[in-house]
């Protein structure tokens, strides 16, 4: 099967000034399609980091990052944004919803940018969601648990090929952190995208079929489903 995301030997730091910290060291690692995998790791273990580099938003020191079929090393800033628009989903932990638009218009945006209109799925995901009858309200005046269920339903109204959530349940509390799990790992499996999320709560993590943590800028596989299995 064709992999959704590799990184071979990916190497990525930050100066502050005077010094060069290493942060991924050499990262090795596929994410095959249809994978849902939860990343862990220490705070400043480079979780985010990593999201960033899938997503074009921070670039690799060395190394090379292949999405989809596609090497990304001569890709230059409007090659990752067609990818943005086209292939990726990103849910964040502060929801960066579009605050003067409601949320129908939030769902929208992303969709006009690549000329697609309101479709049935968008309609289907409004109804799992729980957005039944709050269309036209302005995202501000939603609970943080209904905006992040809008944050769900952008991310997956393309279908995208890849979903990257970096601690989606992180502002909310554990009751409506749990629900917005359990919906996007479904929403996420109908769309055919894959999942990779960072997160500090087991609980989420389990709604992954991988485990992943990142440990002195490597990644470890901690488990996954097949294995428990075998
Ligand atoms: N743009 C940047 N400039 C300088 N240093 C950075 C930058 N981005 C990240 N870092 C540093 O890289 C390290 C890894 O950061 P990152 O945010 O990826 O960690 P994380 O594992 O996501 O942490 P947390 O769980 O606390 O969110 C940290 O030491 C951070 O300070």
């Not at 990304?72 to 890709?75: E, I, L, N, Q, V």
């Not at 960066?96 to 409601?102: A, F, G, K, S």
């Not at 036209?136 to 609970?143: C, F, I, N, P």
């Given at each position: 099967m064709a992999s959704a995301a590799r990184f071979y030997q990916v190497s990525k730091g930050f100066n502050d000034g005077s010094e060069y910290h290493s942060v991924l060291d050499g990262v090795e690692l596929t994410l095959e399609q249809g994978d849902t995998i939860a990343l862990t790791g220490p705070s400043g273990s480079g979780k985010s980091t990593l999201l960033n580099l899938m997503a074009g938003f921070e670039i690799a020191d060395s190394g090379e990052i292949e999405l989809g079929t596609e090497s990304?090393?001569?890709?230059k800033d409007n090659k990752w944004s067609e990818f943005r628009r086209r292939q990726l989903g990103v849910i964040f932990q502060q929801f960066?919803?579009?605050?003067?638009?409601?949320v129908k218009d939030n769902i929208a945006f992303p969709l006009h940018l690549i000329g697609q209109d309101w479709s049935p799925w968008c309609q289907h995901l409004i109804d799992k969601l729980g957005l039944s009858g709050l269309e036209?309200?302005?995202?501000?005046?939603?609970?943080g648990g209904q905006q992040q269920r809008v944050a769900v339903a952008r991310a997956l109204a393309h279908k995208p090929m890849l979903l990257l959530a970096d601690?989606?349940?992180?502002?909310?509390?554990q009751s409506s952190g749990l629900q917005v799990m359990s919906l996007l790992s479904e929403l996420a499996s109908e769309a055919g995208s894959t999942v990779l999320m960072v997160t500090h709560s087991s609980e989420c993590a389990a709604f992954m079929q991988r485990h992943w943590q990142l440990k002195q800028g490597k990644i470890l596989e901690v488990s996954s489903v097949q294995s428990k299995e075998a």
């Open positions: 990304t090393k001569h890709w960066n919803l579009l605050t003067p638009l409601n036209h309200r302005s995202v501000e005046q939603l609970s601690e989606p349940t992180g502002n909310l509390d």
